[in-house]
């Protein structure tokens, strides 16, 4: 059983915008931190961004540096959904964008991440 699915990748030119989103299994997943991350061929799994659980109605969102300022991360808690929206994307954002449930507030390390997507890929043509 897929716990995460993701969807929204597709293939964008230099500049553009796409938006990622990942639909969690079960309304569990509301007391998850959700993450991000992004594996271009020949390279390892990297953190793209993280947005916490809910403490009252505040979220805390962390984001990778090479994306910070362009990629959003939120998240819908009443439609049980994750959204990362990128902007100015480059060809160096080409990978398979990958979901991720864990408990780590903060976490960068896909090793505190229990639940993963199959990924969707995107392409950003020079």
């Known amino acids: 059983q897929a716990h995460l699915r993701e969807s929204g990748g597709g293939l964008v030119q230099t500049g553009g915008s796409l938006r990622v989103s990942c639909i969690p299994s079960s309304r569990a997943f509301s007391h998850y931190n959700m993450a991000w991350f992004r594996q271009a061929p020949g390279k390892e799994r990297e953190f793209v961004a993280q947005?916490?659980?809910?403490?009252?109605?505040?979220?805390?969102?962390y984001y990778a540096d090479s994306v910070k300022d362009r990629f959003t991360i939120a998240r819908d808690d009443a439609d049980n959904m994750v959204f990362l929206q990128m902007d100015g994307l480059q060809p160096g954002d080409t990978a398979v964008y990958y979901c991720?449930?864990?408990?780590?507030?903060?976490?960068?390390?896909?090793?505190?991440?229990?639940?993963w997507g199959q990924g969707t890929q995107v392409t950003v043509s020079a």
């Open positions: 947005i916490t659980w809910a403490t009252g109605t505040t979220y805390t969102t």
């Open positions: 991720a449930a864990g408990l780590v507030r903060g976490s960068r390390l896909a090793g505190d991440y229990t639940y």
